[in-house]
Nanobody, 122 residues
Framework: QVQLVESGGGLVQPGGSLRLSCAASGGTFSYTMGWFRQAPGKEREFVATISRSSANIDYADSVKGRFTISRDNAKNTVYLQMNSLKPGDTAVYYC????????????????WGQGTQVTVSS
């Protein structure tokens, strides 16, 4: 059983930056990892995904060029560097893991963290 714990959320002004972390435990860190987000009243949406070797990375169009996903397999941790944040980025951000290749479909992920709140506001 894999446990995922996100951290790094908070309140930031528009144009600011945050770095989210997701620490994995309870199994080998050999999963494809993804970041999703959910704003109030909206469905959970795909943000980014990274393969086990970091060779394959995918971003939602809404964050491409502003967000960077990375992972440190030695530390069992995946990161999401978020720059040029906008109010529309406000959401609870979730880390997820799946045994197969990367996917934008949240329903195909096997494990989820509890989420971390990101609020972009002046």
């Amino acid at each position: 059983q894999v446990q995922l714990v996100e951290s790094g959320g908070g309140l930031v002004q528009p144009g600011g930056s945050l770095r989210l972390s997701c620490a994995a435990s309870g199994g080998t860190f050999s999963y494809t990892m993804g970041w999703f987000r959910q704003a109030p009243g909206k469905e959970r949406e795909f943000v980014a995904t990274i393969s086990r070797s970091s060779a394959n990375i995918d971003y939602a169009d809404s964050v491409k060029g502003r967000f960077t996903i990375s992972r440190d397999n030695a530390k069992n941790t995946v990161y999401l560097q978020m720059n040029s944040l906008k109010p529309g980025d406000t959401a609870v951000y979730y880390c997820a893991a799946r045994a197969s290749a990367g996917s934008r479909n949240a329903q195909t992920y096997d494990y989820w963290g509890q989420g971390t709140q990101v609020t972009v506001s002046s």
